[in-house]
């Protein structure tokens, strides 16, 4: 059973946060990750700002993407679904390398083939994503 802690006063639902979320929350703020003074529309919990920039809940493990006045929020949905679309590349990727560990014969050259184009399309995403900043600097 997971133990729940109530916290009053810092814009937590008011029923419960569970001791797994304390863990996650800890564990952000040691990796350097900064607490904000927003907080997730879904559960309320603070939203904390990874040294990657991004923005996530610890709770719900929701990324959010925070749009300003220079940015166009089509250009911040483009952002995150290649940000997104590269974090599913790399899962595939890494799924493959550890097949090709344990593959013999032909299932190794199959799995060589799949690595190459997967890598590839992590390739255009970077290409893409450069691109894109490199508009929003001589903007």
Known sequence: MIEKLTFRG???KRDSI??????RMAELLKSGATMLSMVCPKCKSPLYRLKTGEIICPNCGIRYYVVTEEERESDVL?????????RNVLKVISDINARIGEAIGDDVSSYGKSL???LDVLERIERIKRSIEGRRSTS
């Open 10 to 12: 810092i814009g937590l």
């Open 18 to 23: 569970s001791k797994e979320t304390i863990r």
């Open 78 to 86: 483009v952002q995150a679904t290649l940000d997104q679309l590269e």
């Open 116 to 118: 190459s184009i997967w």
